[in-house]
C-alpha cells in the first residue's frame, strides 16, 4: 500500500512539473540556437565594412549597408518589447487563436527570409538615421540580442500560451514572434548581401 501510494505520489507531482514547464526543452534549444546563429551571421556579415561602403546605396530608394543595420537593430528592440511588453502580458489566447497558430515553427524561417516577397517597414523601424556609425547600429543590436537569448534560456512564461496576430503570418503565439525576430534577421543579412554584390559597390 504504502509503495502504491508513493508511487501515485512521484507520478502526480511529475504531471505537476511537465504541466508548468513553460517550454518543451527542445523548443527552447532550437529558439536559442536560431538566436545564436544569426546573431553570427550578423557580426560575420558587417565585418570590414568601411564607413564609405556602409552609406553607399545601391539606387535611389534602396538602403545602404547601415540602414539595413540600423533597421535590423531597432526591429530587433521593437520585436522584444512587443513579446515581453505586451503579448506575455495579455489574456492568455483562446483554443481557436491557438489552433491557427499550428505548424507556423517550421514555416516561419522560410517564409520570413524569402525576399521575393516585398514588405514596406512600419515607421517606427524605418532607418531614420538613429546612430552615429555602422558600430553604434552593431553595438545596439548585440545587446539587444544577448538579451533576447538570455529572455529565451531563462523565461518560465508559457509562451504558447500567448497569441498576437502579425500582419503577414496572422495569428503567432509568443515563442513564434521570437522565432520570427531571428528570421526577421536572416531576411535582412540577406538584404545587406544584396547590396555587398550591387554594381559599384565600393571595394577596398
Request: charged letters at 25%; aromatic letters at 8%.
Amino acid at each position: 500500500m504504502r509503495n502504491t501510494l508513493r508511487f501515485l505520489a512521484v507520478v502526480t507531482i511529475c504531471a505537476l512539473v511537465a504541466q508548468a514547464e513553460p517550454l518543451a526543452r527542445g523548443e527552447r534549444d532550437r529558439a536559442m540556437s536560431y538566436l545564436h546563429a544569426t546573431r553570427k551571421q550578423f557580426v560575420d556579415a558587417i565585418q570590414g565594412v568601411s564607413p564609405e561602403q556602409a552609406r553607399w546605396k545601391p539606387a535611389p530608394g534602396r538602403w545602404s549597408v547601415a540602414e539595413v543595420v540600423e533597421h535590423i537593430a531597432v526591429s530587433e528592440e521593437f520585436i522584444f518589447k512587443l513579446v515581453t511588453g505586451q503579448i506575455i502580458k495579455g489574456s492568455p489566447a483562446t483554443p481557436e487563436q491557438k489552433a491557427q497558430t499550428a505548424g507556423k515553427d517550421a514555416t516561419i524561417p522560410t517564409m520570413v527570409t524569402d525576399r521575393s516577397q516585398k514588405f514596406q517597414a512600419p515607421e517606427p523601424i524605418t532607418p531614420s538615421g538613429r546612430f552615429a556609425s555602422l558600430e553604434a547600429a552593431a553595438k545596439e543590436f548585440l545587446a539587444a540580442r544577448d538579451r533576447s537569448i538570455r529572455f529565451m534560456e531563462t523565461t518560465d512564461v508559457g509562451m504558447r500560451d500567448y497569441v498576437r496576430p502579425h500582419p503577414a503570418m496572422k495569428e503567432l503565439d509568443a515563442y513564434q514572434w521570437i522565432l520570427l525576430m531571428a528570421a526577421h534577421t536572416e531576411r535582412h543579412l540577406k538584404q545587406l548581401q544584396e547590396v555587398k554584390d550591387s554594381s559599384g559597390y565600393p571595394r577596398p
